[in-house]
């Protein structure tokens, strides 16, 4: 029964397009998130959303938007992909932020490929 | 921005060895985590120490806080080829900002 889940696990598209990643968790947490792994394993942070705000890293690309339908849900569009797009992005979770002492369940990534 | 720095960056260390992973950050923090990663898979969540812990045990991990130097470190004792793994450590700053991570220790276990 998988906590964090997340859809496609692979991605290969053309320069220009647009796409989405869809992230769904079923743990009841309050706060979803998304980031970026570029080849090096380095992990970014692009943006965190419960249902009160949205945190989003400035150096995120305005291409990129998050959209929750609901709480269990936080997808990831962007728009007019390039090259320097490609790398994995997971989803994570976690009940009201690190601070209450629970640490993140992450999804298994979705591998973005722009050719 | 980054706040975690792991060292070493590699490490490869021979089964029933101990590993030592270490982590220094930058600005105070509320707590610490360490996560795993194995290789094409998402990060799982090890162990949390906070800010006012200065040790703790899980299983065969164990790990160490000293604020005062802003570094950590995590020691799996008694390593098995399945512990390969990337590590990472990330801090939670006490704010409601998302978790900060390092760039990480790959770790091999050589049966």
């Known amino acids: 029964d998988t906590a964090v889940s997340q859809t496609p696990k692979y991605l290969v598209t053309q320069m220009g397009n647009d796409k989405s990643i869809k992230c769904e968790q079923n743990l009841g947490h309050d706060t979803m998130y998304w980031y970026k792994q570029d080849s090096k394993k380095f992990l970014k942070i692009m943006f965190s959303y419960n249902n009160k705000e949205l945190i989003i890293n400035e150096t995120v690309p305005n291409r990129f938007s998050p959209k929750s339908p609901d709480k269990a849900h936080l997808n990831l569009h962007i728009n007019s992909l390039e090259l320097g797009d490609s790398a994995v992005y997971f989803c994570?979770?976690?009940?009201?932020?690190?601070?209450?002492?629970?640490?993140?369940?992450f999804g298994s990534g979705t591998r973005l490929t722009v050719v | 921005s980054q706040q975690g720095e792991e060292d070493p960056q590699a490490l490869s260390i021979q089964e029933g060895e101990n590993a030592t992973m270490n982590c220094s950050y930058k600005t105070s923090i509320n707590n610490l985590q360490w996560y795993r990663q194995n290789s094409g898979r998402g990060l799982v969540h090890l162990i949390l120490?906070?800010?006012?812990?200065r040790e703790k045990h899980s299983g065969r991990l164990r790990v160490t806080l000293d604020t005062s130097k802003k570094s950590s470190s995590l020691l799996i004792t008694a390593s098995r080829a399945a512990d390969t793994a990337s590590y990472f450590c990330?801090?939670?700053?006490?704010?409601?900002?998302?978790?900060?991570f390092g760039k990480g220790t790959r770790l091999s276990v050589i049966a």
């Open positions: 990330a801090t939670d700053d006490s704010g409601n900002t998302p978790l900060v």
């Open positions: 994570a979770s976690s009940q009201d932020g690190a601070h209450y002492g629970y640490g993140y369940t």
């Open positions: 120490i906070r800010s006012n812990e």
